[in-house]
């Protein structure tokens, strides 16, 4: 554990996880765009549908279409504003507040400690006010990054355990799920808006109800029936890509927290004691959940190893940690 | 069809040949960079002691030797301008420090001086800083001169004048353990 090591405590390979998330990153968003254009489509052509035009076509609805190029230029927009300010959405999504040096000295100290471990410009501090032990970082590039942390977390760890929670959101950073995280934070939001308004939409106007006897009421019952199911299935998937986030990035920024500070066992006892907290953080938004370093929601020692959690059982990476010291 | 094959070949090399070279560019800037962040941590610990024994020279009146033997250190550390001559200053400086620190121990008001409590962590920090600069400059050289050892990079290398850097040693007084008298 000595400051300089030559080799590599443990192989973080940084360069392939960042190729990884850039890629991943440009499907997710493709993908939710294809989704939310579909949704719109569907709004329109059954909104059409209403009409009772004999002549309409459910594959070619002209409305359908304007909503659809609508949707996909409010997706573009989107996007853009992800790219500028996706840390700033997600930490006001956490209910987390920016301080300066003279706030939190130590706090500010530990992060460029670690940036410069890692090689990466100072990311902003943020602090969640809030006695639950948690941390994220987020941000869409390596040069604009804010990492957050619980005052419970700055008021019960030490500061080599402080340093080492730190070094496993640098982890994340070099590893860009930074990245991913946030886009997939910032999307899965939008879908769910999306959908929610459809199904609104659905009980409470008149979407739903046919208006005379027409020859396109059938058509117009199915169309109904079709936008109800993709409004509903289309917020389930995009919370399925938020969940299939890889549970291997927590191991690896582990891994990657260990490389840096040289001190396994430091990153061990954080954890010990972040598993031993039983204060949930439930200002926090779902749709960012899976970016905290232990799920701010779940009980995370019983039930943590499930298909569905966005994060592994805290008792698998001690042990993995342990592993390397 | 011969000769385009021949030209295909060509072209993938030379796009080859370019993107190694821009790669070992940005892998010695980065070494470079890596050097002069350990020199903006060193300066900020040069900058940051006299004000700390300033402080803690009203609390520690019996341990002046100490405090004097920080500040001959510090001043012998930055008036080292060669790297032979700085590698052991260095060393002297952290285990003075180092002597400071674990004498500040037995202060339980100085500890308490909010003043001193600032001072030490932005000291502790500096000292982190600095290893952490080391080790990422060590990272960096590692990484720069795999690619400059490496066939097939090391053609690109030997071809745009790419030497081996060196990595940063740990002087000796540091690796050896402090000694505490107990007396």
Do not use: C
């Not at chain 2, 060590?138 to 060196?166: C, K, T, W, Y």
């Amino acid at each position: 554990m000595t400051g300089e090591g030559r080799g590599g405590l443990v192989s973080t390979d940084f360069e392939a996880a960042a190729r990884r998330n850039r890629r991943n990153t440009v499907i997710l968003i493709a993908v939710m765009i294809a989704i939310g254009a579909v949704l719109a489509y569907l709004l329109g052509a059954t909104v059409e549908s209403a009409e009772g035009d004999p002549r309409f076509n459910p594959a070619a609805s002209g409305l359908g279409l304007a909503f659809a190029l609508i949707m996909i230029a409010i997706s573009l927009i989107w996007t853009l504003i992800t790219m500028k300010a996706g840390d700033r959405i997600v930490l006001a999504l956490a209910g987390a507040r920016e301080v300066d040096a003279a706030a939190a000295p130590q706090l500010h100290n530990v992060v460029e400690e670690m940036a410069i471990a890692a090689g990466v410009p100072k990311p902003r501090v943020a602090i969640m006010e809030t006695e639950a032990l948690n941390a994220f970082a987020t941000g869409m590039s390596r040069d604009h990054v804010a990492v957050a942390v619980t005052r419970g977390l700055l008021n019960s760890l030490s500061r080599e355990e402080l340093q080492a929670v730190i070094g496993h959101e640098m982890g994340h950073v070099l590893n860009l799920d930074v990245r991913y995280g946030t886009a997939v934070g910032v999307f899965v939001g939008l879908i769910v808006l999306l959908s929610d308004g459809i199904l609104r939409l659905g009980r409470f106007g008149r979407m739903g109800r046919a208006r005379g006897n027409d020859k396109g009421n059938g058509l117009q019952i199915v169309l109904v029936i079709l936008l109800i199911v993709a409004a509903i299935i289309a917020p389930l998937a995009a919370k399925l890509v938020q969940m299939a986030i890889s549970r291997q990035r927590e191991y690896l920024a582990d891994a990657t927290s260990a490389r840096l500070t040289r001190n396994p066992l430091a990153l061990i006892s954080a954890l010990e004691k972040l598993g031993n907290s039983t204060v949930p953080y439930d200002r926090a938004n779902r749709a960012i959940q899976h970016l905290f370093i232990v799920n701010p929601f779940r009980d995370f020692s019983a039930t943590a190893g499930a298909l569905m959690a966005t994060h592994p059982a805290l008792a698998d990476r001690i042990a993995r940690l342990r592993d390397l010291g | 069809m011969f000769g385009w094959i021949v030209l295909g070949l060509v072209v993938a090399l030379a796009v080859y040949a370019v993107a190694t070279y821009n790669g070992l560019v940005a892998g010695r800037n980065q070494v470079g960079n890596g050097w002069k962040q350990i020199d903006v941590q060193l300066k900020r610990r040069y900058d940051l002691i006299p004000n700390l024994v300033e402080v803690a020279k009203d609390y520690m009146g019996y341990e002046q030797e100490t405090l004097k033997q920080v500040i001959a250190a510090r001043n012998t550390a930055m008036n080292a301008h060669t790297p032979a001559a700085s590698g052991p200053a260095e060393a002297q400086l952290a285990g003075a420090l180092g002597r400071f620190f674990a004498l500040a121990e037995s202060y339980p008001e100085l500890k308490a001086n909010e003043n001193v409590r600032s001072l030490m962590e932005e000291l502790t920090s500096t000292e982190n800083k600095i290893a952490f600069a080391r080790q990422h400059y060590n990272d960096s050289v590692m990484a720069q001169n795999n690619r400059i050892e490496q066939f097939p990079s090391n053609v690109v290398g030997r071809l745009g004048g790419f030497g081996p850097h060196e990595y940063f040693e740990v002087p000796a007084a540091e690796t050896a353990p402090i000694k505490v008298s107990l007396r």
